[in-house]
Structure formats: structure tokens, C-alpha cells
């Protein structure tokens, strides 16, 4: 296994920071752009590889991969328009640990020849079932699935989505492009991904390093019992990364899903069985003496995700936080945390996301718009 398989094989949702001037669809992004600097940056923000762009159309060379080699130690993947041996090796002796090779333009036969290349890993580029079907067969290890594509420039995340939940769970999967926020890198992970690639968004910012930072950071963030459209907008603003909506009895029962904007998630929270209402996400609990049992579970799209760790119904434990701390896996941890605790709760479990509603209610089923902001930054 070679570094850039490595850093991409550890646990969590690794992100690949990418350096690139231009956009062929965008134009400029960064003509400045100092791979060196972005480099050393993107290592201290928690990037676990960064990726270089070679390709003239994209306004960039082999000295950006001389560079960047030379001022980090993080595994580098050359970008490029890879189709000979005599371009890996260019690749690899300007210090690539990575290539890319696109499946579109290249046949079976080519991409073998290149996968055998010794002291390189590769990113196998799919952008359609087909491409996918491909990348399988011809046993890619590092499979991306580009939300782009690359004829008419356009962003489709749900179908790449999709293509992720598809995917074979034994190869390491990437989530290319289109990835805007950290709801986009939840609904990433969520899907299967074990990577996101992140370029023109981290260009585009005033302070790259700054915007990787926010997009690796965890714990996710669930505002929950939301009834009204300008406390989902609060939550929004305040940063928060999940929307829950309840749709079981309860006193901030919500008669349907309110619209949340590109920046969150929504998710619906159901007590025995789920209901199909169009959110990103279902959080159900078992039905128990008439409430909700203690814990429950993340679905997308049927499929477990994550594990719901609360209290009891309308009780405390005091060894909540030690419980849900030996719990292995995906945990949304839930159960009392306010604006004074979260922290503290973090700290001590450190799970995947964080859920709060009672706390962060001026009354039942209508927020307290200080509290949900104070919320949202303790746990950040």
C-alpha cells in the first residue's frame, strides 16, 4: 500500500485538498495560486493529501508538483491527462505518490498497462455507472466518481451520490467536485465515500486553509424540533449541519419537512416506523411504552448510518457520556446537550455529530434564536 492509499484508508472521511488556477469551465480560480504555500497550509488545516494540477488548461505545471513535494510531506496526487508510462514516470520523478487516470479517455487495456506501474498509487476516475462497472472490473483500488461532467461541465451530486452507495465497499471511493459545505461532505460519507476532493471551493476563498479547516471538522452539528422557517434559517446562519425535523407525537411536532437550504441536511425524525417524506436522512427511534425507546438510528435510504445514543425517555444517566464513548462507529450523540455541556460532551465522546432541542427552545416547538447560535459555536 502506497502513502496516498494509506492516508486515505484511515478512519473517518479524508479530504483531498487540491491546488489549481483555472477552471476550464470556471476560468481563473487563484492565477497566484503558491503550491508550496497551499501546500503547507493544507497539511496544518488536516488535509490528508493534496492534489496538484499539471495540465496547461488548467494553468499549472510540473514545477507546482516540484514545489509543493518540497514543502510537504503530505502524499501528492498529479492531475493531469495521464496516458502513457513515460507520463507516470514524469509524474513520479517530480514527486507524485498518486496519479490520476481518467477513465474516459483511456481503453481497458491502457489502464492495466498504467495500474502496473510500479511506485505509484492511482485515482481511477468514473463519472457514470458504465465508467464505475469499468473501474471494478479492472480492480482500481482508489475509485473517484466526479459529480462534473467533464463534456458539459455540469454538477449533478444526487447521481453521485448514488454512484457512491453503489460502489464497491472493499475499494477506497473519493467524492470529486461539487463539494461546497460540510453538509455536502456529510452526505458524502453517508453515501460511502471514504474521501471528498475538494478544489475550486477551497480556491474560490478568501483564506483556503481556513475553509479545508471547516470542512474537516467534527463534530457535525443537528439542530433538532424545528417547526417554523425562520428557525431553520437561524440554525442555517449559525452554521449548523442537520435540520431535525419531528414527525412523531410531541409538542414540537412539525406537520411536514420545512425546505432547508444547500447547506444542511435535512432529517426526519420518526418513533416505531418511518415514513418516505423527502428528507436527506431518517432518524427513528423504536416505539416503547408508548414513547421512544433510549436509542435509535441514522438511515439513509433504509440503510443504517449511525448510531443515535439519547437518554432516556424523559430521564438522566449518569453514565450517558461513558456509554456512548464505548460505542464504536458513527455516533450522533444526544440526550441533554445544551450550550453549556456540549462541549464538555465532545470532548469526552467525541462523536461523529451532536443533536440538541429541548435546550435551544424559548417554548416547545419555537427556538430560541441566542441559544441555537450559542449552541452552534460551543460545539464548533
Known sequence: MGLFLDALCRPGLATIAEVKRR??????LRPDANPAQLAISFEKAGAAAVSILVAERFAGCWDDLRAAREAT????LAKGFFSTRQDLETARANGADAALLLLRDLDDATVRDLLAMPGLDFLVEAHDAAELKRAEELGAPVIGLNARDLSTFEI????????????PRERVIVAESGIKNRAHAAAAELAGADAILVGSRLMRAADPAAMLADLVRR????VCGLTRDEDVAVAAEAGADLAGFVLAESPRRAEAPLQVP???LSVGVFVGEAEEVGTDLVQLYPEENGHRARDGVLLRRDAPVA???????LEDDEGHLERAAAVEGRVLLAGGLSPENVRAAIDRVRPWAVDASRSLEASPGIKDHDKVRAFVEAAS
Open 262 to 264: 444547500d447547506s444542511m
Open 156 to 167: 449533478d451530486r444526487d447521481a453521485q451520490l448514488e454512484l457512491v452507495a453503489r460502489a
Open 23 to 28: 477552471s476550464p469551465s470556471a476560468g481563473d
Open 307 to 313: 448510531k443515535v445514543l439519547d437518554l432516556p425517555w
Open 73 to 76: 510531506r503530505l502524499p501528492l
Open 219 to 222: 463534530p457535525f452539528v443537528k
